[in-house]
């Protein structure tokens, strides 16, 4: 089969850290020759797209910052087109409190104004913001989250993310985020296939988690590839109701997909 575009994870398919993974570069260089254009979409809402351009750089990548999506990026369109005059409490790191900024979102730091409660990966979090965030959605505001990954793969290990978080947050105040952007979610894969301009059917994915990266274009009916460099094991597989159509030890191997190979 013949693919017009291709979404790409990043952390524990492309690189790991700051360190590329085994056979990455000829694997995009793979894409690239067979026409693919390419959007590298992550669940890290902490930094934007320019960022990413020194970061695969340091990996020996070379990638432009408008190659680039994340989970902060399609938050921020979200709220543009939803809640673009809403007061946001934010539960998030300074680095993505800067993209709201930079977008002319507003962000209090009263619970009490709260118009709508956005919560994020915060290394810094404690209990003194887990009690504000309960008070900002006491009285029942729009509860959004940036992504649902409950944990991250690193140089060290894994570490927590986002979804983390969003649970801690949606424990105490005893409901679900009303909608939790980054992948899976539609808005995301929306988002992802305007800007390649191509249909699903026409589309690859490629990540190393079922339920973000693999949802994401199983839903849509894209070829979902899934890579065992990142957190998903042989047990989660197994067990798994989401089922990738080609399933690689890396993403080194991607030209068994494009062959067609089953």
Same mark, same amino acid.
């Given at each position: 089969?013949?693919?017009?575009?291709?979404?790409?994870?990043?952390?524990?398919?492309?690189?790991?850290?700051? /360190?590329?993974?085994?056979?990455?570069?000829?694997?995009?260089?793979?894409?690239?020759?067979?026409?693919? =254009?390419?959007?590298? %979409?992550?669940?890290?809402?902490?930094?934007?797209?320019?960022?990413?351009?020194?970061?695969?750089?340091?990996? &020996?990548?070379?990638?432009?910052?408008?190659?680039?999506?994340?989970?902060?990026? !399609?938050?921020?369109?979200?709220?543009?087109?939803?809640?673009?005059?809403? #007061?946001?409490?934010?539960?998030?790191?300074?680095?993505?409190?800067?993209?709201? #900024?930079? *977008?002319?979102?507003?962000?209090?730091?009263?619970? #009490?104004?709260?118009?709508?409660? !956005?919560?994020?990966?915060?290394?810094?979090?404690?209990?003194?913001?887990?009690? =504000?965030?309960?008070?900002?959605?006491?009285?029942?505001? /729009?509860? %959004?989250?940036?992504?649902?990954?409950?944990?991250?793969?690193?140089?060290?290990?894994?570490?927590?993310?986002?979804?983390?978080?969003?649970? *801690?947050?949606?424990?105490?105040?005893?409901?679900?985020?009303? =909608?939790?952007?980054?992948?899976?979610?539609?808005?995301?894969?929306?988002?992802?296939?305007?800007?390649?301009?191509?249909?699903?059917?026409?589309?690859?994915?490629?990540?190393?988690?079922?339920?973000?990266?693999?949802?994401? &274009?199983?839903?849509?009916?894209?070829?979902?590839?899934?890579? =065992?460099?990142?957190?998903?094991?042989?047990?989660?597989?197994?067990?798994?109701?989401?089922?990738?159509?080609?399933?690689?030890?890396? +993403?080194?191997? +991607?030209?068994? !997909?494009?062959?067609?190979?089953?």
């Amino acid at each position: 089969m013949s693919y017009r575009g291709v979404i790409l994870d990043v952390d524990g398919t492309v690189v790991r850290g700051d /360190t590329q993974l085994p056979g990455a570069a000829d694997a995009l260089d793979s894409l690239a020759d067979a026409g693919l =254009r390419r959007l590298f %979409l992550s669940n890290n809402p902490t930094k934007p797209p320019a960022a990413y351009v020194d970061r695969f750089e340091r990996a &020996g990548l070379a990638v432009d910052a408008d190659e680039v999506m994340t989970s902060g990026t !399609v938050t921020v369109e979200y709220l543009r087109e939803f809640h673009a005059r809403d #007061d946001l409490f934010l539960v998030g790191e300074s680095g993505f409190r800067t993209q709201l #900024d930079d *977008a002319d979102l507003s962000v209090v730091d009263d619970p #009490d104004a709260a118009e709508a409660v !956005v919560v994020s990966i915060d290394r810094d979090f404690h209990y003194d913001q887990l009690t =504000r965030a309960h008070r900002a959605l006491d009285g029942g505001v /729009t509860f %959004l989250g940036t992504d649902p990954d409950v944990t991250i793969p690193t140089d060290q290990g894994l570490i927590p993310g986002s979804g983390a978080i969003i649970r *801690a947050v949606a424990g105490v105040v005893g409901r679900d985020p009303d =909608r939790v952007l980054g992948k899976p979610d539609e808005y995301a894969r929306e988002l992802a296939l305007d800007f390649l301009g191509v249909d699903p059917a026409d589309c690859l994915v490629v990540g190393d988690r079922l339920d973000t990266d693999i949802a994401l &274009g199983a839903s849509a009916g894209m070829t979902t590839v899934l890579v =065992r460099t990142g957190v998903t094991d042989e047990a989660a597989l197994a067990n798994s109701a989401i089922e990738p159509d080609y399933v690689l030890d890396s +993403i080194a191997a +991607i030209d068994r !997909v494009l062959d067609g190979d089953d």
